[in-house]
């Protein structure tokens, strides 16, 4: 890693966080990520990974510490620049998409920003062509594979022209033709991707770099191959490669 | 998951019925219904007027008269309600197979099955012959609150997620070697309800999330597709 001489995309400092329940979930976490970069955050479940997600776009607020995307804090007065800055996909298409048809659930975000007309058309099947789901656009998203509509909701994201895709676990459910699809149009894209996951071959396949998250804290980070190699971290933090993986051999 | 086509009310043809706009559609059937409601229990023959209206829809829409009936179960409950009338009514009593049964029970009972028969038909027949998304665009069209079309929309697209979801849950129940036939039964069912509930409720939850997520602000600004 190099000393970073542009403002992040992703700035967190210190980031601690406490459910209402006093289940305290983060525990000062501290991560930059730079632009173009891919990067996978990795942990096993109750890390707190989804946690952290949810405090990217300022759906939770840190009780202490900052957050900043491209320097600009993550705090009341901007978060409709915030969520337009920052595409979250979620685990379950089911939950991102909800309108009556895949067109109008892309349009839903920018529609919200304001876009409207034939503008909104041509960004709405832009996003739609870059996850090649445009012959789609006028189906009720219930009537698509579980893949299509994972690609429908990144769609939905991508139409916002973040400057960082954040996925939740995209590879779950997913069959390995879908997986290999999404991997695929993931790759082809030139933006900044931060996937939480715990699908350790498809970190490595996406991301040069990686960032453990273990009981709240950053436990580790560094390239995905020198993390995934290293027996002793990998077991400390309950990360286990799937059977005949060889990390190596990719 | 439902039909192919639309939804498990929705009955795919190309009938004029089919085609005409949706928010006609909705208005036909709610003034029909304020006339039907309006009408006095006595006279027989409008109703028989009413009667012939909708069987002429229905035989133009094309949708098999089968296909309807079998969705008339919904009113059971109306129906079983109106047979009880004639033997809690008060009022002169007329004696049928040695039962003594109200006379103005008889007749709120008729005018009761007799209405809601013509409303659940004529709410079937626009159900089947309108897809659910031209409905609520219908709708929007009527200028019904936003609001309320955008509830009526998730209700729409969570029906199948949430009926899914129940077929799966008793699926499980019965994979475990249980099957709800009689009432001892009800509280398992209830309990799975109750589970069911919560799920959704949670869903509801990261739906909202996915949709601030995405710059919704809670103000109606979406509105029709333009």
Redesign the interface.
């Known amino acids: 890693m190099t000393t970073p001489v542009t403002t992040p995309v992703l700035d967190l400092r210190s980031v601690a966080f406490a459910y209402p329940d006093g289940h305290q979930a983060l525990f000062g976490v501290d991560l930059q990520v730079q632009r173009g970069e891919r990067v996978a955050v990795l942990g096993p479940n109750g890390a707190g990974k989804t946690t952290l997600v949810l405090h990217l776009n300022g759906i939770l607020q840190p009780g202490a510490g900052s957050v900043a995307v491209s320097g600009l804090p993550v705090v009341r007065e901007n978060l409709q620049e915030i969520r337009r800055r920052v595409g979250i996909v979620f685990q379950d298409p089911d939950d991102q998409l909800f309108m009556g048809s895949v067109r109008d659930d892309v349009a839903f975000g920018p529609r919200n920003l304001g876009v409207r007309g034939a503008e909104l058309d041509r960004q709405v099947m832009r996003a739609l062509d870059l996850v090649g789901m445009a012959d789609f656009a006028d189906r009720p998203p219930h009537h698509l594979s579980f893949g299509q509509r994972r690609r429908v909701a990144v769609a939905t994201v991508l139409v916002m022209e973040p400057e960082i895709i954040v996925l939740d676990e995209p590879s779950s459910n997913l069959d390995p033709a879908s997986r290999r699809e999404l991997a695929d149009i993931l790759t082809g894209l030139d933006v900044t991707l931060m996937m939480v996951t715990h699908d350790l071959p498809y970190a490595l396949q996406l991301c040069p770099r990686s960032i453990v998250l273990s009981d709240g804290v950053v436990a580790a980070q560094g390239s995905t191959l020198d993390i995934l190699t290293d027996d002793a971290l990998m077991k400390s933090h309950r990360l286990e490669l799937p059977f005949g993986f060889d990390p190596h051999v990719c | 998951?439902g039909a192919a086509h639309g939804h498990r009310l929705h009955f795919h043809a190309h009938s004029p019925l089919h085609r005409a706009p949706a928010h006609l559609k909705v208005a036909a059937l709610v003034t029909f219904m304020l006339v039907v409601v309006a009408t006095p229990h006595a006279w027989v023959p409008a109703f028989v007027a009413y009667a012939v209206v909708l069987a002429a829809l229905v035989a133009l829409s094309g949708v098999p008269v089968g296909y309807l009936a079998r969705r008339m179960v919904v009113e059971t409950p109306v129906l079983v309600f109106a047979a009880l009338l004639p033997f809690v009514a008060t009022g002169p009593e007329v004696d049928v197979l040695g039962i003594g049964l109200s006379e103005p029970g008889l007749v709120a009972a008729g005018g009761l099955m007799t209405k809601a028969t013509l409303g659940v038909l004529g709410s079937l027949l626009l159900a089947a012959t309108t897809e659910?998304?031209d409905l609520?665009a219908g709708l929007e069209r009527l200028r019904v609150p936003s609001q309320l079309v955008q509830i009526m929309?998730?209700m729409?697209?969570?029906l199948?997620?949430v009926t899914d979801e129940l077929r799966r849950m008793r699926t499980a129940r019965e994979s475990r070697g249980f099957t709800a036939r009689d009432p001892r039964h009800w509280p398992v069912v209830a309990r799975s309800a109750g589970a069911l509930f919560i799920r959704s409720f949670e869903?509801g939850e990261?739906?909202h999330?996915?949709?601030?997520?995405?710059?919704?602000?809670g103000s109606a600004?979406?509105g029709a597709?333009?």
């Open positions: 998951m659910p998304r609520l929309g998730f729409v697209r969570y199948d997620v869903r990261r739906v999330l996915a949709m601030i997520a995405r710059g919704y602000d600004r979406q597709r333009p």
